[in-house]
């Protein structure tokens, strides 16, 4: 018959191994040392207690958790005080910059690679050298209009409560992240801007 | 003869310690699952019965964790402390004792790993001079004692996590491995090595 597990000694120190395994015990030293090592060192751990505290201690205790308690928001909510209150005003926000991320996404890609063909039929084909082809691509496109429509409908106050206004070092942190080719764009872009 | 007035005031009221003895009597009544309910109903002050109920508990269970008592007060708070922001979370699916017990493990294991935990010391200035003063039967099971809780501070956090809850809880196998994530068996294997160690730790 094979050795006790290391399983089936804790079953049997705790009296839940059953009488067909525990039988081995009888003739096998092996096992019989283990369960003695194990029951030994259970003994030692199990006559330990710990000091008590003073019940002064408690009662400062149970104190300092009320202080704690009293100062802490409802049980479940977030502790933001605006996750409550600004909660729709987070998800059209967060629309609108998903909406916004994509579309220059997808601006930049369509715009870099003028070999591959355009995904919106109505867009009309950008002209680096011409700002008002700019103007008259992004107008055909309806995407970018649904952008802008739920743009415009997003108070400022509301954008920055919302912590999505741009801080300070943001811009060159996300210009560092940018590829050599989606920088010469930002770079026409920019200019095409300054022009207008 | 002109009235004089005293310059001390009569309040008429409960003082502060009669008010707060007789909320806290009004929560004492109430089983755990209630007073979850009361608080959850913006009754913070139930918290208080639940602090009351299982304070001694969850604070052992840090003590024997740290082995210290000043980390020990300070984890026990923090564990009553997120157990109060968390009570929503509370399903009642085990008793609110194994919740805290969760709770307090992983806020002792979160500890442990951000600082070096100060063990009992084994062989400090505190352990009794055995020349000086002759041991009796207290000093020597004092001294035991902290030969044990300073080897349980040195095992490895999920084998002293299971001999705790195991052997100082007396949780149930399936408990301890619900609250340490990991199954009824692994559970067994490290309480099997937390006391094989235990053993080698006190040679």
Redesign the interface.
């Known amino acids: 018959m094979t050795h006790l597990s290391?399983?089936e000694?804790?079953?049997q120190i705790e009296g839940a191994l059953p009488p067909a395994r525990a039988a081995h015990i009888a003739d096998c030293s092996v096992c019989r040392a283990k369960i003695e090592?194990?029951t030994?060192?259970?003994a030692?751990?199990?006559?330990?207690?710990?000091?008590e505290?003073s019940p002064l201690?408690?009662e400062h205790?149970?104190s300092?958790?009320?202080k704690?308690?009293?100062e802490?928001?409802?049980?479940?909510s977030s502790?933001l005080p605006w996750a409550q209150t600004l909660s729709w005003q987070w998800l059209a926000a967060s629309l609108v910059v998903a909406l916004l991320l994509g579309a220059g996404a997808w601006r930049l890609t369509t715009t870099r690679a003028p070999d591959t063909p355009a995904t919106v039929a109505s867009s009309a084909p950008l002209n680096a050298d011409d700002p008002s082809s700019v103007d008259a691509g992004t107008d055909a496109d309806q995407a970018w209009a649904l952008v802008q429509s739920l743009a415009d409908e997003v108070e400022w106050s509301d954008s920055v409560t919302a912590d999505l206004a741009v801080r300070p070092g943001w811009v060159d942190r996300a210009a560092l992240d940018l590829t050599s080719e989606e920088r010469k764009e930002l770079l026409r872009l920019l200019k095409a801007e300054t022009r207008m | 003869m002109g009235r004089v007035s005293p310059d001390w005031t009569i309040r008429v009221g409960p003082i502060e310690g009669e008010a707060q003895q007789a909320s806290s009597d009004r929560w004492a009544v109430l089983d755990d699952a209630q007073l979850v309910r009361a608080?959850?109903d913006?009754h913070?002050?139930a918290?208080?019965a639940i602090?009351?109920r299982h304070?001694?508990q969850v604070?052992?269970l840090c003590?024997?964790y740290v082995g210290t008592?000043e980390d020990a007060?300070d984890l026990?708070?923090d564990t009553?402390?997120r157990a109060?922001?968390?009570?929503?979370?509370f399903k009642g699916q085990s008793s609110i004792a194994t919740w805290l017990y969760r709770i307090a493990v992983n806020v002792c294991l979160n500890r442990l790993a951000l600082k070096t935990p100060r063990p009992e010391p084994l062989l400090a200035d505190d352990r009794p001079d055995l020349q000086a003063v002759r041991p009796d039967a207290a000093l020597l099971?004092a001294e035991?004692?902290a030969e044990?809780?300073a080897a349980?501070q040195q095992l490895p956090r999920k084998q002293r996590a299971t001999?705790i809850l195991r052997?100082y809880h007396e949780l149930p196998h399936e408990e301890i491995a619900a609250i340490l994530g990991s199954s009824v068996?692994a559970t067994?294997?490290n309480?099997?090595?937390a006391?094989?160690n235990?053993?080698k730790l006190?040679r």
């Open positions: 290391e399983l000694i804790v079953d090592q194990i030994e060192a259970l030692r751990a199990h006559a330990v207690e710990i000091p505290p201690f408690w205790f149970s300092r958790i009320r704690e308690i009293a802490a928001p409802e049980p479940g502790g | 608080c959850v913006g913070r002050e918290f208080g602090v009351e304070r001694r604070y052992q003590y024997r008592h007060a026990a708070q009553f402390v109060f922001k968390g009570l929503r979370g099971r035991r004692a044990v809780r349980i001999l052997v068996g067994k294997a309480l099997f090595h006391l094989a235990l053993k006190l």
